[in-house]
């Protein structure tokens, strides 16, 4: 139990444009979604929590109008980034807690903006 | 806030045994987790430890001592397949519901 299959694996986009980045519960309700970053040989650096229903709570340092995060059903939160530039080139992927003591992950998205 | 410290590579041979320790500064402790993860993978889930002493999973123990704020992962019998990130990760409120924080990882390294 507990899977999220998150799309897309990769994506390549110029720069200005903008990505959407899915993640969908497949077995269970989410009602937490939390949204990692990681640059190469580099941990995963929380970006953002989101909650069914009501906004994401952005850790400090991530630009939120940047970074649109939706969480509209129980099974599907979205990241988007907007506005992409070659700086936002980077592994993101997506967490929510497990049935037991562990998180579990989607299977992340390497983003190329060029 | 909460702030994880483990060493950044680790090297070691076929049929090893090996130690990554981790040692920890939070404002509240939930408990200690363990995370593997493969060049250009997701994470995956370990190990889980909430009081002092070892957990064993089949070739993968984890310690924790409360007292020192210090764990670690113990993998025995290396296979090269178990070359990868290893993640030491605390939850930020009680019975993990919260957000997860992470060390800076350690790099596995496993030789012939």
């Known amino acids: ?114 | 806030g909460q702030s994880l410290e483990q060493p950044s590579e680790v090297t070691a041979v076929e049929g090893a045994i090996v130690q990554i320790n981790c040692t920890y500064q939070t404002s509240g402790f939930y408990g200690l987790s363990w995370y593997q993860q493969h060049d250009g993978g997701a994470p995956t889930f370990l190990s889980y430890n909430a009081l002092d002493g070892l957990e064993e999973t089949g070739r993968f123990s984890s310690f924790l001592s409360r007292s020192d704020s210090y764990g670690y992962l113990l993998l025995q019998e290396l296979q090269m397949k178990d070359s990868a990130s290893y993640f030491c990760a605390v939850p930020s409120i009680y019975n993990q519901g919260g957000k997860l924080i992470f060390g800076q990882g350690t790099e596995l390294s496993v030789k012939p």
């Not at chain 1, 580099?42 to 994401?56: C, F, I, P, R, V």
């Not at chain 1, 340092?61 to 506005?83: Q, R, W, Y």
Request: glycine share 8%.
């Open chain 1, 1 to 114: 139990g507990a899977v999220v299959s998150q799309h897309p694996s990769w994506v390549i986009c110029k720069s200005g444009t903008s990505v959407k980045i899915e993640c969908r519960s497949l077995d269970f309700q989410a009602t937490t979604m939390f949204w990692y970053r990681q640059f190469p040989k580099q941990s995963l650096m929380l970006m953002a929590t989101s909650n069914e229903g009501s906004k994401a709570t952005y850790e400090q340092g991530v630009e939120k109008d940047k970074f649109l995060i939706n969480h509209a059903s129980l099974t599907l939160s979205t990241l988007t980034v907007t506005s992409a530039h070659p700086e936002d080139s980077s592994f993101y992927i997506c967490s929510t807690k497990g049935v037991d003591y562990g998180y579990t992950f989607g299977s992340g998205t390497r983003l190329t903006v060029v």
